[in-house]
């Protein structure tokens, strides 16, 4: 079944520390492929995105994401954690021929200090 | 700010009851899409609009609906309302009136709806 896969529920991390979280998808064909965030209390804000092309990708906020095809993942990275940083992470897709996103169940990250 | 906006931001109403969530969204988009996130369900595509028309249905209820005005916005009805309906409903736009399609979305703040 088509799928997007969140391994992990929570993450602490260290303030300074580097951060990955873990995404999965189960598509036939490699779908558009997105990170956003959502702060407590706020919408959800796009972070970085895959078409096509060079396999790692730069968002904002410092973010990156490197796309594998072999391990059909789409991680998101970021070398220095910040305590604001702290908020929940949405991996995303959008099958081709489609436009609806579909999401993951989220990370929540947690920066301790 | 990502240029769609939602009203209101909080409602709280009674189980039985109608309510009625507005969305704006970026200017010179075209398509409106609306989402569900809810404890147990995760965030949930409910329905997409495109310049005015249906264009793709997700897992809405029947007893929700939406239209999308010629001025672009959309309206997001949810009727005989239960407990289970309380949820942040988020609306997201995405695909410019000009230049190819954009798969991009861009979510409003949301409304918190509680059913009590």
Known sequence: AQSVTQPDIHITVSEGASLELRCNYSYGATPYLFWYVQSPGQGLQLLLKYFSGDTLVQGIKGFEAEFKRSQSSFNLRKPSVHWSDAAEYFCAVVERGFQKLVFGTGTRLLVSP | DSGVTQTPKHLITAT???VTLRCSPRSGDLSVYWYQQSLDQGLQFLIQYYNGEERAKGNILERFSAQ????LHSELNLSSLELGDSALYFCASSASS???????QYFGPGTRLTVT
Do not use: L, M
Not at chain 2, 68 to 71: R, Y
Not at chain 2, 98 to 104: L, R, V
């Open chain 2, 68 to 71: 999308q005005f010629p001025d």
């Open chain 2, 98 to 104: 000009t230049g190819p399609p954009s798969y991009e």
């Open chain 2, 16 to 18: 039985g009851q109608r």
